[in-house]
């Protein structure tokens, strides 16, 4: 199976912007949809945002227009590009994948925002 390992969380001030990757240890050529989850201290894990195997994304209420979710084949790579952050936004992101027949996730990623 395929891992994900995420990177570039940190801490960052109101207004400031973090780009998030989530690499993957295979290829994602053939994956059906990946996304970005969060979990912040004390609630459900929400979904962020997704993009399927042909390039459609969706992002939550939420992050519209602040969020960009994008991938990059040849790298095997899923990105999250977030501006205008806020400290609602603090929570642990994880990355996940589906593929045909199973799915993945990777460990997770501290964002924090605050000033």
């Known amino acids: 199976q395929v891992q994900l390992v995420e990177s570039g969380g940190g801490l960052v001030q109101p207004g400031g912007s973090l780009r998030l990757s989530c690499a993957a240890s295979?290829?994602?050529?053939?994956?059906?949809?990946m996304g970005w989850y969060r979990q912040a201290p004390g609630k459900q894990r929400e979904s962020v945002a997704t993009i399927t195997s042909g390039g459609s994304t969706n992002y939550a209420d939420s992050v519209k227009g602040r969020f960009t979710i994008s991938r990059d084949n040849a790298k095997n790579t899923m990105y999250l590009q977030m501006n205008s952050l806020k400290p609602e936004d603090t929570a642990v992101y994880s990355c996940?994948?589906?593929?045909?027949?199973?799915?993945?996730w990777g460990q997770g990623t501290q964002v924090t925002v605050s000033s």
């Open positions: 996940w994948g589906s593929w045909s027949t199973y799915e993945s």
């Open positions: 295979g290829s994602i050529f053939s994956i059906r949809a």
